[in-house]
């Protein structure tokens, strides 16, 4: 409790400086405080255009998909099927990176096992549909194929070995299991 105490007044006194100074650029019109003031503006507004549909849409897939489906798909008992299946879930995101960590956590809560959403959301930063249209356009679909080719295996190689080295931490230091093979 006593650590939050200090960190919520850095945050205030942050807050207040922001504030204060944004005022002070309105009034005197100090020009770059002024474009600070509209970019924030600008991206505020966007987020609050984004965010409400974004969550939506990740509670009702909290309501309405089974976990025993998420568990079928994406659970420890999935295999390689689950690691495509996420990687084409990500195929089909449209929103910013900072949307797809709701979705994450519910997959994660649903059952989904740690490595697969690791892969969702890794698979999230590199394979999205209308960015490789994008990038394809100007670069060469030949260029989008062979970075899915390099990236995707190192995606879930990287998704693999964070999960085990979570576990084993988890298991070793937080529940003082000793010896265990994964």
């Given amino acids: ?40 503006q600008f991206f ?3 987020m609050f255009k984004l965010f409400p549909p974004a969550f939506i849409l990740v509670g009702l897939f909290m309501v309405w998909i089974d976990r025993k489906a998420v568990e079928h798909y994406f659970g420890e008992a999935s295999g390689v099927k689950g690691y495509i299946g996420a990687i084409l ?3 089909t995101t ?7 960590l709701p979705m994450a956590a519910s997959l994660y809560k649903k059952g989904a096992k740690l490595s697969i959403v690791l892969t969702y959301l890794g698979a999230t930063a590199i394979c999205r549909i209308p960015m490789t249209i994008f990038e394809a356009s100007f670069i060469g679909i030949g260029f989008s194929v062979v ?13 693999i070995l964070i999960e085990r080295i979570l576990r084993n931490d988890i ?12």
């Fill in 1 to 40: 409790m006593e650590k939050q105490k200090p960190k919520k007044k850095k945050v205030i006194t942050f807050l207040f400086l922001y504030t204060s100074f944004i005022i002070l650029s309105l009034i005197m019109k100090y020009e770059p405080g002024r474009r600070i003031a509209y970019n924030f």
């Fill in 44 to 46: 505020a507004l966007d």
């Fill in 89 to 91: 879930l990500s195929c």
């Fill in 94 to 100: 449209l929103y910013p990176f900072v949307v797809v």
């Fill in 147 to 159: 970075r899915y080719i390099v990236s995707l295996p190192l995606i879930v190689i990287s998704s």
């Fill in 171 to 182: 298991l070793h230091n937080r529940l003082g299991i000793q010896d265990v093979e994964l």
